[in-house]
């Protein structure tokens, strides 16, 4: 089976403003209980981000947007279509924000 990640997007919050995660704590349980979670990280707010490009460092994410990305996961899937449906069970699709898949094209996993 394809690992796909699933970058959950949400509103820019400032610092110290996190949203709500229990929804998301239960999906993630959900997941993992269906055996199809592979990974799963929520983000800091963006305005704690650093970017780093050929010019230097700079504060905040590489772009100004009104979405960040508040996590990311991985999940094992027969196709893409399989991790759409997943992804879009993900509060924070519900919750006003939105998710993006992409199949994984390499990598390594530890262990």
Do not use: C, W
């Amino acid at each position: 089976m394809a690992h796909y990640a699933i970058l959950i997007y949400d509103s820019a919050q400032p610092a110290g403003a996190a949203p709500e995660r229990d929804p998301h704590d239960q999906h993630a349980d959900e997941l993992a209980k269906a055996g199809t979670m592979v990974a799963a990280h929520a983000l800091q707010p963006g305005d704690q981000a650093r970017s780093v490009r050929a010019g230097g460092v700079t504060d905040g994410p590489f772009l100004e947007t009104k979405e960040v990305v508040a996590g990311i996961y991985v999940v094992e899937a027969s196709d893409l279509d399989a991790a759409v449906a997943i992804a879009a069970q993900n509060p924070a699709v519900r919750q006003g924000g939105g998710v993006e898949v992409r199949e994984i094209e390499s990598g390594t996993l530890p262990g």
